[in-house]
């Protein structure tokens, strides 16, 4: 689709023209054609042909979605009974998206076993969830209500159990020997996108469905993979304020701007913990006691991404959460700040006589 202005200038003719609805029909048309052959090994050439048409679809839909709320207001509100008059098992615009993430893959343990194409095709499907969920409330709790936080926190986890046949009712339980993960995959390996954009779609639910944000809280491996998705912290040194720590000028850089999804599920964190804090702004102001000891991690590789990983979960999580709660605050009350100086200056200039 090219770039982001590009989607919103052409996906709004796309969608008057019906084109998002003639998307998902044939979405429908191929799933209906597909039932039970999922349990089956299938080695066609047609199927394989249809199942890669799948996937473009999805990635035009993920790009669509990307810069046009019309677009992903539709996709989720889309049902299968009225556009496409087929009777299908995944009827709404959300089971037809949860189809590809959890139905085509469900047969697979971990991610390794996942082929290539179906893992191109989860992916782009995982692309749409996540724009599609972004400042949309009727798609973060519809994705909730069919079951798909929890599938979404596991599979980001590596664990590929108990996922949900959406539109089903049936479940698929598989013994799972994997210890849940607490941090992204590596960057060579090909379903660390997959990971990012699992991630960016709990983000996203959270901010607008408190349901989600509380069941995320609950997983303290979960909240460390998405606070590394988020963008992590680069220097922990000057994020504590330690005093051996380098300039603290490198603090700015190291915290990127909170996530108001990922705000929710840490402060339901702090909650479920049963912190006493005081509230202003929607933000931690009391003074907080770490729970563990100032460790250094100046002689860290910063080439490293996971000894940066496995530096940050050295310290407690909610010394961490505190932290980053704490950043935010300062990050908006300098904003603020820098906003009413240059309201002044802006008045000064105005009433200044010619």
């Known amino acids: 689709m090219g770039n982001m202005a590009q989607c919103r200038i052409h996906g709004k003719e796309i969608r008057d023209l019906g084109g998002i609805s003639c998307l998902m029909n044939i979405l429908v048309n191929l799933i209906q ?3 039970g052959v999922y349990e089956q090994e299938v080695d066609d050439a047609k199927y394989r042909e249809e199942k890669k048409l799948a996937s473009v679809i999805l990635g035009a839909l993920r790009d669509l979605s990307c810069g046009d709320a019309a677009v992903r207001l ?19 615009g959300i089971e037809i998206i949860s189809y590809f993430i959890v139905l085509k893959c469900c047969k697979y343990r971990i991610w390794d076993d996942i082929p290539t194409q179906e893992l191109k095709t989860m992916t782009n499907a995982l692309g749409v969830a996540r724009n599609i969920t972004h400042s949309t409330p009727f798609n973060c709790r519809a994705f909730h209500e069919a079951g798909m936080t929890k599938v979404f926190i596991h599979r980001l986890e590596g664990r590929f159990d108990k996922s949900t046949l959406c539109g089903s009712g049936d479940s698929v339980k598989i013994e ?8 992204l995959p590596s960057s060579s390996k090909p379903w660390r996108e997959a990971c990012y954009r699992l991630a960016g779609t709990l983000i996203n639910m959270a901010e607008k469905c408190l349901d989600v944000a509380v069941e995320c809280a609950k997983d303290e491996d979960l909240i460390w993979i998405l606070i590394e998705s988020w963008g992590g912290v680069k220097d922990w040194d000057s994020f504590f304020h330690y005093d051996d720590a380098p300039a603290r000028h490198s603090t700015k850089k190291a ?3 909170l996530h108001l999804g990922l705000f929710a599920i840490l402060w339901e964190k702090i909650k479920l913990e049963g912190l006493e804090v005081i509230m202003t702004d929607g933000l931690i102001v009391k003074e907080y006691i770490p729970l563990s000891g100032q460790i250094s991690t100046s002689d860290k590789n910063d080439d490293d991404d996971d000894e940066k990983v496995a530096a940050c979960q050295h310290f407690h999580l909610m010394d961490i959460i505190i932290c980053i709660m704490e950043n935010e605050k300062r990050r908006k009350r300098a904003a603020q700040e820098r906003e009413n100086e240059r309201k002044k200056h802006m008045l000064r200039l105005e009433t200044k006589p010619v």
């Not at 539709?74 to 009827?91: E, H, L, P, S």
């Not at 799972?176 to 941090?183: F, G, I, N, Q």
């Open 33 to 35: 054609k597909w039932e």
């Open 255 to 257: 915290i990127p701007v």
């Open 74 to 92: 539709q996709i989720g509100q889309y049902d299968a009974n009225m556009d496409a008059n087929v009777q299908c098992k995944c009827r709404t």
């Open 176 to 183: 799972d020997t994997h210890e849940p993960c607490r941090k």
